[in-house]
């Protein structure tokens, strides 16, 4: 089974950036779909953005298009999130998740990480 940890979480004030990074370690697979999803504080857990592990098409939530940008690194098994002219509406926990393939369901995944903190002040 893969493991994911995340880091790169963090205070910054609005209009400023982090870069979240998550770990990959076990198999990975051209047909895996990689996601990075968000919880605030009270509220339900959403999809941000997702990339495909081999050939790297990506795909947002439209509120942080123009804005995040997801990548991964497959000779490091990372997966990186890259977050610019961040709002105090991003504030939440970010999690990283795989799923086998573009059919499957993320939230019948195994693969989720721990959360990083991620908090944008005004």
């Known amino acids: 089974q893969v493991q994911l940890v995340e880091s790169g979480g963090g205070l910054v004030q609005a209009g400023g950036s982090l870069r979240l990074s998550c770990a990959v370690s076990?198999?990975?697979?051209?047909?895996?779909?990689m996601g990075w999803f968000r919880q605030p504080a009270g509220k339900e857990r959403e999809f941000v953005a997702g990339?495909?592990?081999?050939?790297?098409?990506?795909f947002y939530v439209d509120s942080v298009k123009d804005r995040f940008t997801i990548s991964r690194d497959k000779a490091k098994n990372t997966l990186y999130l890259q977050m610019n002219s961040l709002k105090p509406e991003d504030t939440a926990v970010y999690y990283c998740?795989?799923?086998?393939?573009?059919?499957?369901?993320?939230?019948?995944?195994?693969?989720w990480g721990q959360g990083t903190q991620v908090t944008v002040s005004s």
């Open positions: 998740a795989l799923k086998d393939d573009l059919g499957s369901d993320f939230n019948k995944s195994p693969s």
């Open positions: 076990g198999r990975t697979f051209s047909t895996n779909v």
């Open positions: 990339i495909t592990w081999g050939a790297g098409t990506t």
